[in-house]
């Protein structure tokens, strides 16, 4: 009977995953690590507000929005709560298209739970049929690929002649080339400790927006001292954080949910004591953006740069808030997604030499 994976992206006190499975996950401890801190802030750390969409003008607009990526027209949101994908202009914030989950024909999707896009092409990856389905940055149907696994995808990207790089959840054969017409060209595992490639899930994995760049793929686990740069013929390189953090020990607990003739269901929560040192990571060029978790600064708040070719450590920038999600424009505004209790909304940010102080002064922006 195949496994089928539903992850529920939600923390207690950053320590809590749960997810729904069909058999038992079972978890190795591995021992911590740590190192010395050594950070330096770029001059214009601080971002300011350039436009903003929902929140409390438009406090319909977005209900849950859980993924963003960016073409060189439009901003494009996923909304997790409405299952819409919202297209928004990159200067202004106007609306430009939505897609709706609509059913299974030609250009449609059920259940979106990630996107990707090029210079002109957004993807959109339905967990309901396991398929890939690409529109132009207008909004226009332009073909669908079929992908292997698809509720188990955590990051994706587009590449040339309508391939995809996947990363999938975990580390045994975590990353993945897949051609135009949805057969594995190739599928490797995550260079960690052969104790650890069975590892729950979440212990090897980070959420990723905007994953490839110059087809190479960066991948920040959310725990542990080092992040990877992945090659497109699955060769991995190591290089270490700035602010090393340690590994999950996992604890996991079963319980049965339902039973039918056909399978058993079961919720299977892992609980480690260990705060995600990452959150996530972006690409542009040689840069390679990662952002931090639980830091002994600015926690959940801060963008740590470094240089893809080599890791190099650059820099770090502040954020003003904790995003559930983050992308970056290649000429580096930021975009990021919040989900309130009353309302939700994504901001475009660009970075300021202002201090705190001073951009609190100011008027505020549309």
Known sequence: ????????????????????????????????????????????????????????????????????????????????????????????????????????????????????????????????????????????????????????????????????RVKYLGATRAIALIDSSGHTLARTSLPVATARQNAPSFANSAYIADACAGESMAVAPFFGRVWYSIALNGAARRFPYVEAGEEAVVTTKQRRLERTAKQIATQTTMTTEVIPIARGAMQRGDTVIVEAGATTIHSHQLLDYYRASDGAYLYSRRLPFTPTALAIAPNGRLFAASIGTETSLVVALSSTTLSPREIAKQKSRK
Request: with cysteine.
């Open 1 to 164: 009977m195949p496994v089928t994976f539903r992850i529920a992206p939600r923390a207690l006190a950053g320590t809590i995953v749960a997810l729904l499975v069909s058999v038992p996950i079972s978890s190795t401890p591995v021992r911590a690590q740590r190192s010395p801190t050594t950070r330096r802030f770029h001059a214009d750390s601080f971002y300011i507000r350039e436009w903003v969409r929902g929140g409390s003008k438009d406090p319909d607009l977005l209900v849950e929005p859980r993924a963003i990526a960016i073409t060189d027209q439009v901003v494009v949101v996923l909304d997790a709560g409405t299952r819409e994908v919202h297209a928004f202009d990159l200067t202004s914030g106007a609306k430009r298209f939505v897609l709706k989950a609509t059913g299974e024909g030609p250009g449609e999707f059920k259940q979106p739970i990630q996107v990707a896009a090029t210079a002109r092409h957004v993807g959109v990856l339905d967990a309901a049929t396991s398929r890939l389905t690409v529109y132009s940055d207008s909004g226009r149907f332009l073909w669908t690929t079929l992908v292997p696994d698809g509720p188990a995808v955590e990051t994706m990207c587009l590449l040339p002649r309508g391939r995809i």
